[in-house]
Every structure is written in structure tokens, then in C-alpha cells.
């Protein structure tokens, strides 16, 4: 059982002993709360009931980017740096939250872009250093190691067929 369900019947606990007469003082001694929460709880039930005291998920921040603005990042981030006018072919957090404010006018630091893009499926992919840059950690080898010998494949039939 989760808190937040726990914290609900608590408080309807608390409401059930003060409508048999309990005192608050006594209700808040019993359900190990202070006097000022059952005081609350009262005023609360009083003003909507027992669905005032019900659990509510909290709905968190409102997003600053909208679910089409958050497509289009992914769109212009397919498309690669260098299409949005930096130097080099490497996305940095920094680059990002810059294309960002660019284009929806909305500031990011560079550890909230991360938590957006993470939501997004993006992962980090760093350079290895023995591949020049090149090529990620990530990559999985072996998927890599067959299409390559497929590419070989088509351009050695492509070179035999001139």
C-alpha cells in the first residue's frame, strides 16, 4: 500500500473518531498527528466532504516545451549539428539547450535538457578515443560487424556489374 493511500485513510480515520465525539486533541494522539493537521482535516471535510480528503496525484511542473515542440527538437536533432550551424558533428548538452532556445525562445541548463531528452529515448553516445572520435561506445559490435560485411557485398556486386 503506498503512502499516499495510507495518508488518505488516516485522515478518514481521523474524521470517522471526531464524527463519534472524539476531541481533535484526542484523534491526533490516536493517529500519532498533531492537533493542527486534524484541525485541517476538519476544516477540509467540512468544505467538500470525504472526497476533499481523498489521495490526489500531484501533476508536477507544467512542461515549458508542448508534445509538438518536443517532436520538432527530435526532428532538427536527426538532422545533425552542422543542419543548425555549429562546427562539428557532435551533440552536446549545451548545443542543445542553445538549439532550444534558438528556436522556442525556452532556456534549459544542460542537466534539465538531459532529463528531457532522456524522455524522449535519446542516450548518451560519447566518442571512444581509439576510433578518432568516430565511432561510440555503445555501438554493438556485432550488429555493426554484419551490416558492414553487407555494404561490402553490394558495392563488390555494384563494382563486377561496371
Given at each position: 500500500m503506498s503512502t499516499r493511500t495510507k495518508q488518505e485513510q488516516r485522515r478518514l480515520r481521523g474524521i470517522a473518531l471526531l464524527d463519534q465525539g472524539w476531541t481533535q486533541v484526542k484523534v491526533a494522539r490516536e493517529?500519532?498527528?498533531?492537533?493542527?493537521?486534524?484541525?485541517?482535516?476538519?476544516?477540509?471535510?467540512?468544505?467538500?466532504?470525504k472526497k476533499a480528503l481523498k489521495a490526489r496525484l500531484h501533476p508536477g511542473p507544467t512542461p515549458k516545451l508542448t508534445g509538438r515542440q518536443l517532436a520538432q527538437l527530435d526532428k532538427m536533432l536527426l538532422k545533425?549539428?552542422?543542419?543548425h550551424g555549429f562546427s562539428t558533428e557532435l551533440w552536446?548538452?549545451?548545443?542543445?539547450?542553445?538549439?532550444?532556445?534558438?528556436?522556442?525562445?525556452?532556456?534549459?541548463?544542460?542537466?534539465?535538457?538531459?532529463?528531457?531528452?532522456?524522455?524522449?529515448?535519446?542516450?548518451c553516445?560519447?566518442?571512444?578515443?581509439?576510433?578518432?572520435?568516430?565511432?561510440?561506445?555503445?555501438?554493438?559490435?556485432?550488429?555493426?560487424?554484419?551490416?558492414?560485411?553487407?555494404?561490402?557485398?553490394?558495392?563488390?556486386?555494384?563494382?563486377t556489374k561496371r
Open positions: 493517529l500519532r498527528v498533531t492537533p493542527a493537521a486534524v484541525c485541517q482535516w476538519a476544516r477540509t471535510h467540512r468544505g467538500g466532504g545533425g549539428p552542422r543542419q552536446t548538452l549545451q548545443r542543445v539547450a542553445e538549439l532550444v532556445d534558438r528556436r522556442f525562445s525556452v532556456t534549459y541548463d544542460s542537466s534539465s535538457i538531459w532529463h528531457v531528452l532522456r524522455r524522449r529515448g535519446w542516450s553516445q560519447k566518442p571512444d578515443p581509439r576510433g578518432r572520435g568516430r565511432r561510440p561506445r555503445e555501438r554493438e559490435e556485432d550488429t555493426h560487424v554484419q551490416w558492414r560485411k553487407k555494404a561490402r557485398l553490394r558495392t563488390k556486386k555494384r563494382a
